[in-house]
């Protein structure tokens, strides 16, 4: 057995992302990821880092990110490391006109080796290895795939042998996701196998491989909560024999000390006021503070679910929001609304039916909508309908309180 050489293959760090607006600890978390990757790269002796795109998360990155991410790559340089890199979607040019991205800087400032060609790939090669790199290009993958071979092809035709060789891809690979949508299928990328040793791709956030030979890491950082079901995503460690063109692959994301995530779902159909529930919101904030994690602060994703007992107006998820956030135990909160309306749906009403009567129709419907009109809904609908006429008539202000006042004053008695 010869010697082996070590490459950190990531993707998708993502740097700079502005997550759950303006949060300076989320966008700091992202170049850490990418700082701790480096320092691991450093540790363990790689000799390479790939980065197969979206190493930022804009094209109009911010000062400091580029600050951050150009610290760890000067590291990295001065450490030896030789670090490659292709666009991904999210590094498009800062300015089209001008087509220069801020991975265009970073090989300006002989921090990374970028691999551009949007046709054939770009070539790298020394004494260990050769890395094709191939840039998004989107639905002009297949194509590109099919001069990429053509071009190694004709390389070992008149070189006789080939090196180790990687191909960096930033594409989604057909049946990886759910949704199975991809760039690339199995049958574009098959018959580079005879050229190629390992395929290290990027642009899905999901960690998979195929065959010991396709490798996608998946992103270092939370990007999105779905892809906290996940937790191995993030980098992989490949030892190669340059020799024998052997490699084996390690995937090391759990490792990354990236910011946790707590996603709860709240049960709302027991609460028949918004009072209610905001007094079961503070058990939930109770339960979820014993256990929180022991290091970082955590993201905490709430999802409010079942069907709402009161009107929708009455859910004021931004109140919710703060209250979680104003415990302090978290780095960020989210709050999503998945409730359901009681009696949902309007039911349809004839074409013949007076416009008074429809309007009186859909009154009751709204107020049949919550717990606390739902009785009195016939009430509540006679009252909307005279103060709606009596907006038309001009009516004045004073008078419409009058009204409502009377109203209240004649409220039946238990309610
Ligand atoms: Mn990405």
Known sequence: MGRTIRVLHIADLHCGLDQ???????????????????????????????????????RAIDPLTLHEVVHVLTFLRDDGMTVLAIKGNHELAHRSYEGISWLNYLEKQDLITLLDDPIYGEIFEDENLRVVGLPWVGSQTKQALSSIRQELADITAVRGSTPYTILMLHAGLEGMLNDHSG??????????????????????????????????PGSPETCSVEETQWPDRGAYLIDINPETHEHTAQLIGRDIPRRPFMVETAHVSACQTPEQLYTSLGTTLRKVSEHLPHTEPPVFHLSLIGELKFAHADLNVATIRESFESSGLFTAVVVNDKTTARNQGITTIGDEVPRQQLDIEVYNQLFQQDVRSEAQCERYSALTQSLKNRVLQGASTEEMLTEIRAFNAAQPKGE
Not at 192 to 216: F, Q, R, S, T
């Open 20 to 58: 759950y607006g303006h949060n300076p600890v989320r966008r700091r978390d992202s170049t850490e990821a990418f700082r701790w990757l480096g320092l691991t790269a450093v540790d363990t002796q790689c000799s390479y880092v790939i980065i197969s795109g979206d190493l930022f998360d804009t």
């Open 183 to 216: 760039n690339v299928a199995m049958s574009d990328l098959e018959p580079l196998y005879p050229y190629v040793n390992c395929v290290a791709m990027g642009h899905v956030h999901k960690d998979y491989e195929v065959k010991d030979w396709i490798y996608n």
